[in-house]
Nanobody
């Protein structure tokens, strides 16, 4: 089983920025598109953002205007630029398939983002 590898998380003050990365080559080899999800403490995993194979993007209302999803097709890396972070953004962040197109079967370990006030 090949699982995604997420990185880039860390501890940051509110208002700060982080860029997450995800390496999972199969996301670039199929038509599923890619997405970021997050799981805040004691909550369910939730959708954050997705990008289709033709580059269309969408975002959860909570992150619109602050987060930007992008992909590097050559390097086969998925990114999430997170600006103006808020304490409610504290979560473990995972990458996966665009849930409108495919189900994510193999989850990675995620990357922890902690935003302090």
């Amino acid at each position: 089983q090949v699982r995604p590898v997420e990185s880039g998380g860390g501890l940051v003050q509110a208002g700060g920025s982080l860029q997450l990365s995800c390496i999972e080559s199969k996301f670039f080899d199929n038509s599923c598109g890619m997405a970021w999800f997050r799981q805040p403490p004691i909550k369910q995993r939730e959708f954050v953002s997705a990008i289709t194979t033709d580059g269309a993007t969408r975002y959860a209302d909570a992150v619109k205007g602050r987060f930007t999803i992008s992909r590097d097709n050559e390097k086969k890396v998925l990114y999430l630029q997170m600006n103006n972070l808020e304490t409610d953004d504290t979560a473990v962040y995972y990458c996966g398939a665009d849930p409108r197109r495919c189900q994510t079967l193999d989850w990675g370990h995620g990357t922890q983002v902690t935003v302090s006030s």
